[in-house]
């Protein structure tokens, strides 16, 4: 197959240079790694921008750079939803008040502190579920890399996969989450190099702000303004759905209990880093549109027939505006940085699927008493296994029409009945280990059951659909948790100390000046963020 471009020799040579860079990166970093803590933990010694930064670049996968900016142009501003309200009260919900519950308790996963909290039987259910996600979502990574290469450069599907899969697996054998963590940061950079000259030079030929507005439907530069109702906007949903499903259910369950992130906060080097890795993030969080969104709002100017044409799907927005402004020898800059994104998400899926895998499947459930050398040595042979199965989940990602949807789908079965799960545990010392087991249990299934038997053309968007369907999980988990817990005994106010609120204690930063603060970062952030939907309304 022809790509839309002729790669050359000096393109080449950029992304093999990057190749060689990152693996580089992993063998610099094996002599690092000596303890299960080390290479699954980073050794909890990581400053807290840098986790920060790979806390956001872990979420920045090939998936979102192409598919919001495909998104932005069918939909408009109002995708931004995604990225500010959709993560950034999350985020600092996750930082001021969730963390110190994680770190403190000294929990190695997600999984760990659900046992702790519940019993062994919730753990067991939140590993397998997690361990199943992350494997399709990182096929999902993979799948859109790999269909990228196709499009830009004329690359198979298989060559693009395998090629991709290979280096992941290369630094992160070697130097464990400290090499994912180190790359993502690196790749965090790449990315804006690559990306960011996109909607400067279409700004700039538009005519700045107004100017590409004056060539966009009515109300694609607005946020709010168009979501009276679900039949006043493209995205065929209203405020209400928005703010219950995305903003609190998906949001709320994907920021602050997927282990893929939460794994990066970990990583800190002491409480206040790990509360401050969230808070930092949810500050380049919110520019992060302008990489997105923007180019979306200018594919759709520039080429106005975008998403109605046969064989110009919205989903080739950004290769159309890369081959459109980038000059031979640039190009290779632009598809490095979308090499970068999609092995900053695959490097995070593999990292948090290996710690669970190892510590919460294997240790748990097939060998307790091994060596730390010997879990170390799981792990490295988990980040072959997830990676092949990853290669065999992203076929199945191909048989969705809409990657997106086929995402926000796998959130809406299992991050959002744990959001209630962990919300009920964390804030409620009446949860019993069994209300937490059953409600998550039934969350899940009421999520699979709300899917299969309610036909999707009940709602009027996919998104919509998926928005709801959260919701309504979200809520039977909740309902049955507290159901479930009033008839059956809790656990001691003993075995609860340091992992519940109110019988914890919560760390005091009185000495620290205020741009060193969890407290005070945050509410800058969230200041922020009240002005941008303001701003854009």
Same mark, same amino acid.
């Given at each position: 197959?022809?790509?839309?471009?002729?790669?050359?020799?000096?393109?080449?040579?950029?992304?093999?240079?990057?190749?060689?860079?990152?693996?580089?990166?992993?063998?610099?970093?094996?002599?690092?790694?000596?303890?299960?803590?080390?290479?699954?933990?980073?050794?909890?010694?990581?400053?807290?921008?840098?986790?920060?930064?790979?806390?956001?670049?872990?979420?920045?996968?090939?998936?979102?750079?192409?598919?919001?900016?495909?998104?932005?142009?069918?939909?408009?501003?109002?995708?931004?939803?995604?990225?500010?309200?959709?993560?950034?009260?999350?985020?600092?919900?996750?930082?001021?008040?969730?963390?110190?519950?994680?770190?403190?308790?000294?929990?190695?996963?997600?999984?760990?502190?659900?046992?702790?909290?519940?019993?062994?039987?919730?753990?067991?259910?939140?590993?397998?579920?997690?361990?199943?996600?992350?494997?399709?979502?990182?096929?999902?990574?993979?799948?859109?890399?790999?269909?990228?290469?196709?499009?830009?450069?004329?690359?198979?599907?298989?060559?693009?996969?395998?090629?991709?899969?290979?280096?992941?697996?290369?630094?992160?054998?070697?130097?464990?989450?400290?090499?994912?963590?180190?790359?993502?940061?690196?790749?965090?950079?790449?990315?804006?190099?690559?990306?960011?000259?996109?909607?400067?030079?279409?700004?700039?030929?538009?005519?700045?702000?107004?100017?590409?507005?004056?060539?966009?439907?009515?109300?694609?530069?607005?946020?709010?303004?168009?979501?009276?109702?679900?039949?006043?906007?493209?995205?065929?949903?209203?405020?209400?759905?928005?703010?219950?499903?995305?903003?609190?259910?998906?949001?709320?369950?994907?920021?602050?209990?997927?282990?893929?992130?939460?794994?990066?906060?970990?990583?800190?080097?002491?409480?206040?880093?790990?509360?401050?890795?969230?808070?930092?993030?949810?500050?380049?969080?919110?520019?992060?549109?302008?990489?997105?969104?923007?180019?979306?709002?200018?594919?759709?100017?520039?080429?106005?027939?975008?998403?109605?044409?046969?064989?110009?799907?919205?989903?080739?927005?950004?290769?159309?505006?890369?081959?459109?402004?980038?000059?031979?020898?640039?190009?290779?800059?632009?598809?490095?940085?979308?090499?970068?994104?999609?092995?900053?998400?695959?490097?995070?899926?593999?990292?948090?699927?290996?710690?669970?895998?190892?510590?919460?499947?294997?240790?748990?459930?097939?060998?307790?008493?091994?060596?730390?050398?010997?879990?170390?040595?799981?792990?490295?042979?988990?980040?072959?296994?997830?990676?092949?199965?990853?290669?065999?989940?992203?076929?199945?990602?191909?048989?969705?029409?809409?990657?997106?949807?086929?995402?926000?789908? *796998?959130?809406?079965?299992?991050? @959002?009945?744990? !959001?209630?799960?962990?919300?009920? /545990?964390? &804030? $409620? =010392?009446?949860?019993? %280990?069994?209300?937490?087991?059953?409600?998550?249990?039934?969350?899940?299934?009421?999520?699979?059951? *709300?899917?299969?038997?309610?036909? @999707?053309?009940? !709602?009027?968007?996919?998104?919509? /659909?998926? &928005? $709801? =369907?959260?919701?309504? %999980?979200?809520?039977?988990?909740?309902?049955?948790?507290?159901?479930?817990?009033?008839?059956?005994?809790?656990?001691?106010?003993?075995?609860?100390?340091?992992?519940?609120?109110?019988?914890?204690?919560?760390?005091?930063?009185?000495?620290?000046?205020?741009?060193?603060?969890?407290?005070?970062?945050?509410?800058?952030?969230?200041?922020?963020?009240?002005?941008?939907?303001?701003?854009?309304?």
């Amino acid at each position: 197959m022809h790509g839309l471009f002729h790669a050359n020799g000096v393109d080449y040579s950029i992304i093999a240079i990057y190749f060689v860079f990152v693996i580089g990166v992993g063998f610099v970093l094996k002599s690092r790694v000596r303890t299960g803590e080390d290479f699954f933990l980073s050794g909890r010694s990581i400053p807290g921008w840098i986790t920060g930064l790979a806390f956001l670049s872990a979420n920045l996968g090939a998936l979102e750079i192409m598919g919001m900016t495909a998104s932005g142009a069918e939909y408009g501003m109002i995708t931004t939803h995604f990225y500010w309200i959709g993560a950034i009260p999350a985020m600092l919900f996750l930082g001021l008040y969730m963390m110190p519950f994680y770190y403190v308790s000294k929990v190695r996963s997600v999984p760990e502190y659900l046992k702790l909290r519940f019993n062994e039987a919730t753990r067991g259910v939140n590993a397998v579920s997690f361990a199943v996600m992350t494997v399709l979502t990182s096929g999902i990574s993979l799948y859109s890399m790999a269909l990228i290469f196709q499009v830009l450069i004329g690359w198979s599907l298989t060559t693009s996969i395998l090629a991709s899969a290979v280096v992941v697996l290369v630094y992160v054998t070697l130097g464990g989450l400290t090499s994912s963590i180190y790359n993502e940061v690196i790749q965090f950079f790449l990315i804006w190099a690559g990306l960011l000259p996109i909607p400067l030079i279409g700004m700039h030929n538009l005519g700045g702000w107004n100017g590409m507005l004056s060539r966009l439907p009515a109300g694609f530069g607005h946020l709010w303004s168009n979501m009276g109702s679900a039949s006043s906007n493209p995205m065929g949903i209203g405020w209400l759905g928005v703010v219950l499903g995305l903003g609190f259910v998906l949001s709320f369950g994907y920021w602050t209990t997927d282990f893929l992130v939460v794994q990066r906060t970990l990583a800190a080097r002491n409480l206040r880093a790990a509360q401050n890795t969230p808070i930092y993030a949810a500050f380049f969080k919110m520019i992060v549109p302008i990489l997105v969104i923007i180019p979306g709002l200018i594919a759709l100017a520039v080429f106005p027939k975008i998403g109605h044409t046969p064989g110009m799907s919205y989903n080739l927005a950004l290769p159309l505006l890369i081959s459109k402004y980038y000059p031979p020898g640039m190009m290779g800059l632009g598809l490095t940085a979308m090499l970068a994104s999609f092995m900053s998400g695959m490097a995070g899926n593999v990292t948090a699927f290996t710690t669970v895998w190892t510590y919460d499947i294997y240790q748990a459930y097939m060998r307790k008493d091994a060596s730390d050398k010997h879990y170390v040595a799981m792990g490295r042979w988990a980040v072959l296994g997830g990676i092949v199965i990853s290669i065999g989940t992203a076929y199945i990602a191909a048989g969705f029409p809409s990657v997106m949807d086929y995402m926000q789908t *796998l959130f809406s079965f299992f991050n @959002a009945p744990l !959001f209630g799960t962990f919300l009920l /545990g964390m &804030f $409620w =010392r009446r949860t019993t %280990a069994w209300g937490g087991f059953w409600g998550l249990v039934c969350g899940i299934a009421s999520a699979f059951a *709300l899917y299969y038997l309610i036909p @999707a053309h009940v !709602f009027s968007s996919p998104d919509a /659909g998926n &928005f $709801w =369907r959260a919701w309504w %999980a979200w809520f039977i988990t909740v309902a049955l948790t507290v159901i479930v817990s009033l008839i059956t005994k809790p656990k001691t106010a003993e075995e609860l100390k340091g992992i519940v609120f109110g019988l914890s204690n919560r760390p005091n930063y009185a000495g620290f000046p205020w741009y060193k603060r969890p407290g005070y970062l945050a509410t800058i952030a969230f200041v922020i963020l009240v002005a941008l939907n303001v701003v854009f309304w």
